[in-house]
């Protein structure tokens, strides 16, 4: 891999600022996050904002490898939190002055896997055997924790290929390469080398003298560059410099080795020369109270200093008995509550336990955080945690939590040329899709065997039509029918008036479902034509909906723990469900054609939730649960990066995608 920084005329506009900043994995610990590549602009730049590109590329570099037991999806998501607590604290300072000014992006790349995000005017293109895509448009949906200022959202994931090369572009620069049909030169090349981008560049010489701007290219080179060619290589256009490949990490490295080893030398001579002085004795002065007036009236201070101290000291203890009294006073309460809860346990009234638990969980974290920072405190502490820890496994087991340590891998996809994020099941096959790229994929779930199957079109939603048969929909309005092995027909569908944002796609007999982001509407639509769902009546539409289910009625998966159930137009009734760990971020919900449970997906906590829609208590997979409670969860520390899920036909077995390993589990022990 071979990575160029291209900076063209960096003082070209004296309000305009801009840079690339590259890091390599120095070590083995790092390398299991791989590289990553940032390029920015702030335009209409303010003094003391110089060095904002720098410190917030540093901020995100920072925690991107501050631990290394994340995957680097997780480790970019939360290093985009940094960047985003950087950039609010700025405004919060009163600095707004980089709001619509700033472009930024930020790429991270591992094992030819790579996920990318950017802000404002800032274009990422990947050129691939001779077609160029720009990935920008295709953003794939990884909410990250909001902010009251988020400025880096959302995320695209995506798997390259050898020769494949990604092109990030300031928007002025952007647009020469498009012009001047550099992007289609750079594309129709057989073979990438750094002479043959010199010659393009060279070529557009008078052109690129008059933009100003970035280009930060990545080269996906069979052959690992030699240290030759990680030293950084320069060449001019007139006064203006192009930096061409280089691997920051080794180069910043040695340099500032280099640079210190002239000052310690300095240090150590210095340290030789100079004696430091003696320290001197001190003789402390008698005090006459009576002849200086000057010196008692210090005195009196001094012992009214004293004197304050001395009742803040008292003052202090008195306030911190009082706190820890009245905290002593709420955990007897809590011990109570708990101690009716294991009797609603004994009595067999679990959904009173339940509710109990989740209270005195509550309560106690409360408490937790709240605990002055004390001796006596800390052993009250360790009361708390240990009636937490009991309280804990009271509720893992009424939410029926079972954590598996070692899931049943089905397949890995680290050998196939496609990075899944979405799947879909008909039969006895898996077939797996990128709304980034094009193809399938699908997989035998019995043979354990898969294969390609290539396709001029990206998709971004699926269900089955029928059991070898179906239907994508791809924004934003075509519909798609795959019948198996590899026959495919495209169809247009008649939109209403209107700007959608549509994040999800069901069937429900023979019609079809949009989730509408922007508007909270709904579409029913045929092979032909959508509609508006949604009766003028309706009193309630979706707001921060996420994803939809259809069973007759709608329901409508919200941010947080509530579910929107919607029938014949109308809004019916919001469920909001008691369980443990709190529902929180869920990303996915579906209603298999004949159970009456939810398949709940919740990425953030590693899980995958079932729970009972509706009716009386009832016996399932041979264990007694209540309306609206969990059947089952399974959570495990390698799903730590969750993206889709589907289900058997008897609803038994569960196919977990994470990241590119895909998972099966089933619901009874086999």
Same mark, same amino acid.
């Given at each position: ?39 920015? &602009? ?57 709001? /619509?000014?700033? *472009? ?49 959202? *959302? ?23 498009? *012009? ?13 080398? &750094? ?96 002849? =200086? ?62 509710? $109990? ?48 340590? &070692? ?26 899709? *990128? ?5 399938? =994929? ?7 065997? /898969?294969?390609? %199957? ?40 008649? $939109? ?55 069973? /007759? ?37 579906? %209603? ?14 590693? +899980? %995958? ?18 309306? /609206? &409670? ?16 589907? %289900? ?21 022990? +086999?």
């Amino acid at each position: 891999m071979k990575v160029f920084e291209l900076h063209f005329n960096p003082k070209g506009k004296e309000d305009t600022i801009f840079d690339s900043f590259c890091y390599e994995p120095i070590n083995i610990d790092e390398k299991k996050l791989g590289s990553l590549y940032m390029a920015g &602009e702030l335009k209409n730049v303010l003094p003391q904002n110089y060095k904002l590109l720098e410190d917030l590329s540093s901020q995100i570099k920072k925690e991107y490898y501050r631990t290394f037991s994340r995957s680097p999806e997780k480790a970019l998501i939360e290093s985009l939190k940094k960047g985003n607590e950087f950039l609010e604290k700025l405004t919060k300072e009163g600095d707004v002055s980089w709001l /619509g000014n700033l *472009n930024f992006a930020v790429i991270s790349l591992k094992d030819y896997l790579f996920q990318f995000t950017k802000v404002e005017n800032i274009l990422v293109f990947l050129l691939r055997g001779g077609k160029i895509t720009e990935i920008t448009e295709n953003l794939i949906r990884e909410e990250i924790e909001p902010y009251p200022l988020k400025v880096f959202g *959302n995320i695209i994931s995506g798997k390259l290929s050898e020769d494949d090369i990604l092109l990030i572009l300031t928007k002025e620069v952007s647009e020469i390469f498009q *012009n001047e049909n550099l992007l289609e030169d750079l594309a129709s090349l057989e073979t990438f080398t &750094e002479k043959k981008l010199k010659e393009l560049l060279w070529k557009k010489e008078k052109i690129l003298k008059e933009v100003s701007g970035i280009a930060l290219l990545i080269a996906l080179t069979k052959e690992p560059p030699t240290f030759k060619e990680r030293i950084p290589k320069l060449f001019e256009f007139e006064m203006e410099k192009f930096s061409l490949p280089r691997r920051i990490s080794e180069v910043i490295l040695w340099g500032f080795i280099a640079a210190l080893s002239p000052i310690k030398t300095l240090i150590l001579k210095i340290s030789r020369l100079i004696k430091l002085p003696a320290l001197p004795v001190l003789k402390i002065p008698r005090f006459q109270l009576l002849r =200086f007036e000057k010196t008692r009236k210090n005195l009196i201070l001094v012992l009214i200093f004293a004197l304050v101290l001395i009742i803040g000291f008292y003052l202090f203890q008195f306030q911190e008995k009082r706190e820890i009294a009245k905290i002593e006073k709420n955990f007897i309460q809590i011990q109570e509550k708990n101690q009716k809860a294991e009797n609603f346990l004994i009595l067999k009234n679990y959904q009173e336990a339940n509710l $109990l638990f989740l209270e005195t969980w509550g309560e106690l974290s409360s408490i937790e955080k709240t605990l002055p920072e004390s001796e006596k405190a800390l052993n009250f502490k360790n009361e708390i945690l240990v009636l937490k820890g009991k309280v804990e496994s009271s509720l893992s087991k009424l939410n029926n939590l079972i954590k598996i340590e &070692e899931p049943e891998l089905l397949f890995n996809f680290s050998q196939t040329k496609l990075a899944p994020q979405k799947m879909v099941k008909i039969g006895g096959k898996l077939y797996f899709f *990128n709304p980034a790229t094009e193809n399938l =994929f699908w997989i035998d779930i019995f043979k354990k065997t /898969g294969e390609e %199957i290539k396709t001029e079109r990206k998709f971004n939603f699926a269900q089955p039509l029928n059991s070898n048969s179906i239907i994508f929909f791809s924004k934003p309005d075509i519909l798609t029918v795959f019948t198996e092995p590899n026959q495919f027909s495209e169809s247009k569908i008649e $939109l209403p008036a209107g700007d959608f944002d549509f994040i999800d796609f069901k069937k429900f007999y023979s019609n079809f479902y949009l989730l509408d982001k922007k508007q909270g509407e709904i579409l029913k639509c045929s092979l032909q034509k959508c509609q508006p769902w949604f009766s003028k009546e309706s009193s309630k539409k979706p707001e921060n909906a996420i994803s939809l289910a259809i069973d /007759g009625s709608i329901w409508i998966l919200n941010k947080g723990d509530t579910i929107n159930r919607y029938w014949g137009g109308l809004y019916q009734e919001t469920l909001k469900f008691d369980i443990f760990p709190k529902l929180e971020k869920p990303t996915k919900i579906s %209603i298999p054609p004949t159970l009456p449970y939810f398949y709940i997906l919740e990425p953030a906590k590693n +899980r %995958i939730l079932i729970i009972k829609k509706s009716g009386s208590p009832s016996q399932v997979f041979g264990e007694k649960i209540w309306e /609206g &409670e969990v059947i089952k969860q399974f959570q495990s520390d390698k799903f730590d990066n969750l993206k889709d899920f589907a %289900i058997s036909e008897d609803g038994r077995t569960i196919w977990l995608l994470n990241s590119l390993i895909l998972y099966q589990v089933p619901l009874i022990s +086999r």
